[in-house]
């Protein structure tokens, strides 16, 4: 439910807009009740979201004597948005309405590693493919939300030094992208993108989640006061590269030692499971054991869960969430990793800022990047000053 201070709604239809993104109807007169607006200044405001066919009429309220107040609500199917998740190895793309409900969706096999010519060209070929199956001309499309698997500074979309993205590094993404589609381009990381989506699709009430992603690389996503957390230069969350007790020794790609990712990372638990006599060649091998009850890659998956609780307990110290999902491939190998994240987090916090906390996987899964990309272009799109502009044009 969207909280309205009376004192700064101002007078604008972006602002106006908010009220109807609780998803219920309201009428002219409920509307100038909520805002203390006249109702000839709401109508006023009312006018051009109708026209640009944002808002329009629902069903009738219900008649208290008299003609019946038109209720009035915000369509949904207006304009489109477009998410799109790029893994290491897999890209999905999909076209969504401004509710987040995917209308249609492609998945398929990309290496990050071709580079930002590559992936993008199929990115904007696609999307425009997409959107023809769909009837929709590209000025339907008003943003286009991008999670990749590297550092990002939000603020201009360019990566900034990710270590599996050779030939990304302060490409200008949305520069690119413009070049072909009009619409605005978001970029960020990919576990940003994830606790964006895991929010928007399983936890909607919940203000202050932390999204881990545990997999070839460790990394999370921080929703506080119901705002994700990008930081400064956007690598808050960047947990993967806290030095944890037992990586004293270990080297990270990053030039440290000791890093949870070189400790705790899938590359470092197959390494750690080969040693202990288990041939495992990839992590679907590592994830096939642990569910074989192989006690090789069990206790090797435990291990990893008890570094990740390690970094994650002084998160809770730090910010207190509600919630730790996880998710990622690893998040696959059924409790085990999570049994160790609890053991250690459950043992170390505060009995305060533990005693209702929930550690859990995550619910949204596979869905859950592309889903958080398609969210952080519907949050631009319904935003307050995205409206007035689009209003004023």
């Given amino acids: 439910m969207v909280e309205i201070n009376k004192a700064n709604i101002g007078f604008s239809s972006g602002r106006l807009l908010q009220l109807f993104r609780d998803g219920q109807p309201h009428t002219k007169a409920e509307l100038a009740d909520q805002t203390g607006l006249a109702r000839s200044t709401i109508s006023l405001r009312l006018d051009p979201l109708i026209a640009l066919g944002l808002i329009s009429p629902a069903t009738s309220a219900t008649s208290t004597g008299g003609r019946p107040s038109a209720r009035l609500l915000l369509n949904e199917s207006a304009f489109v948005v477009a998410g799109v998740d790029f893994g290491a190895t897999h890209a999905v793309a999909a076209i969504a309405d401004l509710s987040g409900k995917i209308l249609v969706s492609i998945d398929t096999k990309r290496q990050i590693s071709d580079g930002p010519e590559v992936c993008l060209r199929w990115m904007i070929a696609e999307l425009r493919h997409l959107l023809g199956g769909l009837g929709l001309a590209e000025d339907r499309l008003l943003a286009i939300g991008i999670g990749v698997p590297g550092p990002v500074e939000h603020s201009s979309g360019k990566p900034a030094n990710p270590p599996i993205m050779p030939g990304w590094d302060a490409f200008d993404i949305p520069e690119r992208v413009n070049q072909e589609l009009k619409a605005r381009v978001l970029v960020d990381n990919d576990v940003n993108v994830m606790a964006l989506g895991e929010r928007h699709a399983t936890y909607p009430d919940v203000n202050h989640l932390i999204f881990l992603k545990a997999a070839t690389g460790i990394g999370s996503g921080i ?126 916090s505060m009995p305060l800022a533990s005693e209702n906390l929930s550690i859990v996987q995550s619910k949204a899964g596979k869905e859950v990047g592309i889903i958080g990309a398609n969210v952080m272009a519907i949050d631009y799109v319904l935003d307050a000053n995205t409206i007035d502009q689009l209003v004023s044009q």
Avoid at 268 to 277: E, L
Avoid at 321 to 337: F, Y
């Fill in 223 to 348: 929703i506080s006061d119901g705002h994700l957390q990008r930081g400064s230069q956007g690598t808050a969350g960047d947990i993967g590269h806290v030095r944890v007790s037992r990586g004293d020794n270990v080297a990270c790609h990053c030039g440290n030692y000791g890093c949870l990712e070189a400790v705790a990372g899938a590359p470092a638990i197959i390494k750690n499971v080969n040693a202990a006599g288990l041939p495992v060649r990839n992590i679907s091998d590592l994830i096939d054991a642990a569910k074989r009850g192989k006690v090789e890659a069990i206790q090797a998956v435990r291990q990893a869960g008890r570094d990740v609780g390690e970094v994650l307990s002084t998160c809770v110290s730090l910010i207190n969430p509600e919630i730790i999902v996880i998710g990622g491939s690893l998040a696959s190998a059924g409790e085990h990793l999570i049994a160790g994240v609890r053991e250690v987090v459950y043992g170390r």
